[in-house]
């Protein structure tokens, strides 16, 4: 019969086939799953509380599967035909960009929006010359005085 952590090792293979892991979340996932099975031989909980009480949370689809060019993808839920991430993000599953950035190691170069709604929002700022706009006022607040930083005599 077969070990705690050679059962913990094959399904974390199994489900590795079909994810996308970095080497964090695998690791992660066998230890996981192996306490799960230790609380199960041991008859502490029952299945369906070690299901809840597991609760792995991995990405459903790729980077590059979630990032498309006219909608995105939730790693989470695998929700999509999404224009932005964010604020599904707050709402479905009260996460911020940075944590999910994290968790699903997203680099900060990778917009949390679709490549098509991107560019339509930046040629929308260019034919409103929002850019001469934030030079005017940078420069405004570059000049204005500082306040309360007044030296006491």
Do not use: W
Not at 45 to 51: D, K, N, P, R
Not at 53 to 69: D, M, Y
Not at 96 to 111: A, D, L, N, T, V
């Amino acid at each position: 019969m077969a070990t705690l952590l050679e059962m913990a090792k094959e399904i974390a293979a199994a489900h590795a086939v079909t994810t996308t892991l970095t080497t964090d979340q695998l690791i992660h996932e066998i230890h996981q799953i192996h306490s799960v099975l230790q609380q199960l031989e041991a008859g502490i909980c029952s299945l369906e509380t070690a299901a809840a009480e597991s609760a792995i949370k991995l990405p459903t689809l790729t980077i590059k599967q979630a990032f498309r060019n006219n909608e995105i993808f939730c790693m989470i839920c695998g929700k999509g035909g999404m224009k932005t991430l964010t604020r599904h993000l707050n709402q479905a599953h009260e996460m911020k960009p940075s944590g999910y950035r994290k968790e699903f190691g997203i680099p900060k170069s990778q917009s949390l929006m679709s490549r098509k709604y991107a560019e339509t929002r930046k040629q929308i700022a260019a034919t409103m010359d929002l850019g001469a706009n934030l030079e005017k006022a940078r420069a405004a607040r570059k000049n204005a005085p500082k306040k309360g930083k007044s030296k006491k005599q």
